[in-house]
């Protein structure tokens, strides 16, 4: 019954995982699955959850995030750019994200909902040969979805997810079904 938000503050920390170089220049990065740097975060989130006059529930998140890449070392076709012949290091350049996400509940089964993400990364630099300099980028992400509760910890989504606008980034539009247990 208050308007006072929860309010978290998470450092985060993203493991380099994933395949990240020597990519195939035929998949067009399809076969990307990593950024090969630990990255360093500091988020500043909030969550609300509101009833309606009609009884129904909406509740809105939104996260705001700083981070800080590491270098990495690379070779070929990569993450960060380059050509078949490319080796030396990257300086991916630090990135901000923000995050924004409602729900709708129609009832206690079903629910419509959203998520979005704006990034925005800062130019990076490289040092080697053939040079894969991170370039600066943005971009605008959407995902429309619909949502359905089994029982109180599990339930599934089903939406797509697609890119609204960027620079120097590629354009997608996908489709997603997950389905979900908290233990």
């Not at 699955?33 to 009884?55: E, H, R």
């Not at 076709?77 to 490319?86: D, E, F, M, R």
């Not at 996908?174 to 233990?183: D, R, T």
Request: hydrophobic residues 35%.
């Amino acid at each position: 019954g208050t308007w006072i938000p929860d309010f978290r503050i998470i450092f985060q920390e993203n493991f380099p995982t994933g395949n990240y170089q020597n990519l195939s220049p035929e998949k067009k990065q399809t076969d990307l699955t990593g950024l090969g740097s630990f990255q360093t975060g500091l988020y500043l989130a909030f969550q609300k959850l509101f009833t309606l006059s009609n009884q129904h529930k909406y509740q809105m998140r939104f996260s705001a995030g700083y981070f800080v890449p590491a270098p990495t070392h690379v070779k070929g076709l990569n993450a960060y750019g380059g050509t078949s012949s490319t080796n030396g290091t990257t300086y991916p350049g630090h990135y901000i994200s923000i995050y924004c996400s409602g729900e709708y509940n129609l009832n206690d089964r079903w629910a419509l909902g959203f998520d979005s993400n704006f990034q925005y990364n800062f130019k990076g630099r490289f040092s080697g040969t053939s040079p894969a300099i991170p370039q600066e980028s943005a971009q605008f992400t959407l995902a429309p979805e619909i949502e359905y509760t089994f029982s109180p910890s599990s339930g599934m989504l089903i939406g797509t997810w697609f890119s609204l606008t960027g620079k120097n980034t590629p354009a997608f539009a996908s489709f997603f079904l997950a389905f979900l247990h908290v233990f």
